[in-house]
């Protein structure tokens, strides 16, 4: 079974600040990793994945994320914080299906 | 190339009665899911139809089903509502199983459901 966990259920930012979002998973299977992002009233839009390869994946809007197999670990980053990256950001990893993290919603204050 | 739309995008109903969310999937794409999102959380799979055949089910009970259509589109029916199905509902379609092996999926906007 899998499961993902995210550590912080909120994360504030100053605009041009490091973003670093922690997403953990667990999974029986080698995991395919997702990050998504959904703004207010919006479906999901994907980021970015590992599933296989390169384990330092780069996504749109400057998010990249690296998959450590030792620290069950694929967290997000973006050196610089824009104001439109105030949204709710969401870690899945895929086995039989999606399971998704519980979320963390980035605030950027100017 | 049309992406992922839902309707209706809002809907009120009462405990006990019966709702149907539709989801017209992307253009070339077979395969659809459905996920609830309550209000604070993640999205929560409910089930996949791939081909007009459910292909896989989360842990919702026989109260939510499903259907495909011959041209891919789908419909999530909820039977005797309770108050905790008030939530987002998400469909997202893909090219194939495992989003055609690009795992890749693509969300509709979602309808939110108020049961009171």
């Known amino acids: 079974a899998q499961s993902v966990t995210q550590l912080g259920s909120h994360v504030s930012v100053s605009e041009g600040a490091l973003v670093l979002l922690r997403c953990n998973y667990s999974?029986?299977?080698?995991?395919?990793l997702f990050w998504y992002v959904q703004y207010p009233n919006q479906g999901l839009q994907l980021l970015l994945k590992?599933?296989?390869?390169?384990?330092l994946v780069k996504g749109i809007n400057g998010f990249e994320a690296e998959f450590k197999k030792s620290e069950t670990s694929f967290h997000l980053t973006k050196p610089s914080a824009h104001m439109s990256d105030a949204a709710e950001y969401f870690c899945?990893?895929?086995?039989?299906?999606?399971?998704f993290g519980p979320g963390t919603r980035l605030s950027v204050l100017p | 190339e049309t992406g992922v739309t839902q309707s209706p995008t809002h809907l009120i109903k009462t405990r006990g009665q019966q709702v149907t969310l539709r989801c017209s999937s992307q253009?070339?794409?077979?395969?659809v899911s459905w996920y609830q999102q309550a209000l604070g959380q993640g999205p929560q799979f409910i089930f996949q139809?791939?081909?007009?055949?459910?292909?896989g089910r989360g842990n919702f009970p026989p109260r939510f089903s499903g259907l495909q259509f011959p041209n891919y589109s789908s419909e999530l029916n909820v039977n005797a509502l309770e108050l905790d199905d008030s939530a987002l509902y998400l469909c997202?379609?893909?090219?194939?199983?495992?989003?055609?092996?690009?795992?890749?999926?693509?969300f509709g906007p979602g309808t939110r459901l108020t049961v009171t």
């Open positions: 590992y599933t296989t390869g390169a384990t």
């Open positions: 899945a990893v895929y086995g039989q299906n999606f399971v």
């Open positions: 997202a379609s893909s090219p194939g199983l495992a989003g055609g092996l690009t795992y890749e999926q693509y």
């Open positions: 139809y791939y081909r007009e055949e459910e292909n």
């Open positions: 253009s070339g794409h077979n395969t």
């Open positions: 999974s029986s299977v080698p995991p395919y």
